[in-house]
């Protein structure tokens, strides 16, 4: 393929389909893989119903060792895919989680952590020799260790408990139901899918690690929640699923969603952009030849030269080089230096200037981005 299928959900196989697109154009990769529950027989309740547990053809393997080249093959594939600054997050039970991490390891990827995710609702052991299993490990990883990656910390923090003002940092421990209700997907009365995930799993997911407009892919797509959650947060999916009936459900359920409020999801804030003293001069706030203060009350100036130095008497360089040989001590130019406001007629610090062309730039990259997001 020599374009992203962005926003469609691709009926094959996820190795081959995975080995067909760009290296290096996908920002977060979520899979829920077949967990290889093993289950021999079927389990009844107490009251002699059935469970409608995970029987399906797609989650049986013959053997360890063939579960374990099914997961290292989808695994490299999908290490391929994925941005240097790209995350993968991969979840399962005791079943198959620890195969899974060690084979993770063994790739290259570098943990970063393992959420615990705790179910609300679990369902119990019924015959009474085990504890409930009462929930499942995800294990997020970067592909290559020490690379930047995506992390919305306050963002998360502000989810967790918005009753404080800095919010509370999330933990490692997820507190959610499974899919019940209005939300779990069913045909005539059927579940459309033995371990349909809850949106609200993907939504810490995706919001926590990717951006807007970013690139999310599922692998093992089954109904789509990943999709489902990625256009409600703005962001672009891929889908792979080789049920062609998954496809369908998917499909109906993404397109009856209405797009993100670009407004609504640029809520991480951004670290400030630099701003250096040259750029207020070449923008026009201040003039080449004119004289800046060394101190609000102080009578030192030093005059403004066209490359963004200053020059006091025979010192010349930035701001606060020049500061620090006035007073022989560090210091920050853009505190120490102030400029005559010609209509307040009064001398205001260099960084009320700073802030005020640096708000001016954000504003023109904030309205940039929800222009590009509105588009697609």
């Known amino acids: 393929m020599a374009h992203l299928p962005l926003n469609q959900i691709i009926n094959g196989n996820c190795v081959e389909t995975l080995n067909a697109l760009p290296e290096k154009s996908v920002d977060l990769i979520f ?3 077949p967990y290889n529950l093993q289950l021999q027989n079927d389990l009844y309740r107490p009251n002699s119903s059935k469970v409608d547990a995970v029987n399906n053809k797609w989650d049986k393997f013959p053997s360890f060792a063939k ?35 060690a084979i993770m390891q063994n790739l290259g990827f570098w943990f970063l952590n393992d959420i615990v995710w705790i179910k609300a609702n679990p369902m119990p052991n019924f015959r009474g020799v085990r504890f409930a ?12 260790k020490g690379a930047k990656y995506t992390f919305h910390h306050q963002s998360l923090k502000t989810l967790n408990d918005d009753s404080r003002e800095n919010g509370l940092q999330m933990r490692s421990d997820w507190f959610i139901p499974l899919a019940a209700g209005k939300e779990r997907l069913k045909t005539n009365g059927t579940k459309d899918h033995p371990t349909q995930k809850p ?42 699923e080789r049920d062609k009936k998954y496809v ?12 993100a409020d670009p407004t609504a999801i640029l809520i991480e804030k951004k670290r400030q952009v630099r701003i250096p ?11 080449a030849g004119e004289f800046i203060y ?26 606060h080089k020049v500061g620090s040989a006035i007073q022989n001590a560090p210091c920050n130019g853009w505190d120490h230096w ?33 222009n590009k997001l509105q588009k697609e």
């Open 31 to 33: 899979a829920d893989p």
């Open 67 to 101: 579960y374990d080249e099914f997961t290292s093959n989808w695994l490299h594939a999908a290490k391929r895919v994925l941005k240097d600054t790209g995350t993968i997050w991969v979840i399962g039970s005791y079943h198959n989680i620890y195969r899974v991490g």
């Open 199 to 240: 949106e609200a799993l993907l939504y810490r997911v995706i919001l926590s690690s990717t951006n807007p407009g970013d690139v999310v892919l599922d692998p093992f797509f089954g109904t789509g929640t990943t999709g489902a959650v990625a256009k409600k947060l703005g962001r672009k999916f891929i889908g792979i």
């Open 294 to 319: 060394f101190g609000n009350k102080g009578n030192i100036t030093a005059k403004i030269l066209a490359n963004g130095h200053i020059r006091h008497k025979n010192i010349e360089g930035s701001i």
């Open 277 to 287: 003293f040259g750029a207020l001069i070449e923008n026009g706030y201040l003039n």
């Open 133 to 144: 299993n009462a929930h499942e490990t995800i294990l997020w990883a970067q592909k290559k």
């Open 338 to 370: 102030f400029y005559i406001d010609k209509k307040k007629r009064e001398k205001i610090v260099l960084d009320k200037l700073r802030q005020r062309y640096r708000a001016k730039m954000n504003k023109l990259q904030s309205e940039s981005v929800i």
């Open 248 to 259: 369908k459900v998917a499909q109906k359920r993404i397109d009856s969603l209405p797009k």
